[in-house]
């Protein structure tokens, strides 16, 4: 049974950071694709940055030079550093997985596996 839970979300100023994490278990986490989404209300949730197994990472042209994600797989965590944060930031973001490499694929239908969420408000 596979299980994504994030923590870390809450309210930041506009320039401020904050750092999400996502703790996985009853999957081999190195195998998996990795990733991180949000979701503004009314919007459609995408894709914000990925990494594969091997710490090869991808970003959205939004939070390029500001978001880094990374991954421990001998913790099974993920984490998501979000720097100099603007209020188009504010959504919920989830931890998301897929089996095996993150190739092409970037859209919520890919991935198989999805953690609660948590709010991120930027103000």
């Known amino acids: 049974h596979v299980q994504l839970v994030e923590s870390g979300g809450g309210s930041a100023q506009a320039g401020g950071s904050l750092t999400l994490s996502c703790a996985a278990s009853?999957?081999?986490?190195?195998?998996?694709?990795m990733a991180w989404f949000h979701q503004a209300p009314g919007k459609e949730r995408e894709g914000v940055a990925f990494?594969?197994?091997?710490?090869?990472?991808t970003y959205a042209d939004s939070v390029k030079g500001r978001f880094t994600i990374s991954r421990d797989n001998t913790k099974r965590t993920l984490l998501l550093q979000m720097n100099s944060l603007k209020r188009e930031d504010t959504a919920i973001y989830y931890c998301a997985a897929r089996l095996w490499s993150c190739g092409p694929f970037r859209e919520k239908p890919d991935f198989g596996y999805w953690g609660q969420g948590t709010q991120v408000t930027v103000s």
């Open positions: 009853g999957v081999a986490f190195s195998s998996f694709c």
């Open positions: 990494i594969g197994g091997d710490g090869v990472t």
